[in-house]
């Protein structure tokens, strides 16, 4: 089994009510970064770009699901 770790790295900076973006990294299998980086790709997006974009999917989903409790300010 291979693991592949790539961190999303953004500088932090202040955007939308003084919010900030922040690094975060992730451990993932080869194969599994590899079609992550095919489907950002497809969409002509960064990795980086790509995983967030699947992880506000996740975040919205379980919220209208009532997982966890909508975000504060948005």
């Given at each position: 089994?291979?693991?592949?770790a790539?961190?999303?790295k953004i500088?932090?900076i202040?955007?939308?009510n003084?919010?900030?973006?922040?690094?975060v990294?992730i451990?993932?299998?080869?194969e599994?970064?590899e079609?992550?980086?095919l489907?950002?790709?497809?969409?002509e997006?960064?990795?980086?770009?790509m995983?967030?974009?699947?992880?506000?999917?996740?975040?919205k989903?379980?919220?209208n699901?009532?997982?966890?409790p909508?975000?504060?300010?948005?």
């Amino acid at each position: 089994m291979c693991f592949n770790a790539f961190n999303i790295k953004i500088i932090k900076i202040a955007y939308d009510n003084d919010m900030a973006k922040v690094t975060v990294t992730i451990y993932m299998e080869e194969e599994d970064k590899e079609a992550l980086q095919l489907l950002a790709d497809a969409e002509e997006r960064s990795l980086s770009q790509m995983a967030v974009l699947i992880v506000k999917r996740a975040i919205k989903q379980a919220q209208n699901e009532g997982k966890i409790p909508p975000s504060q300010g948005k």
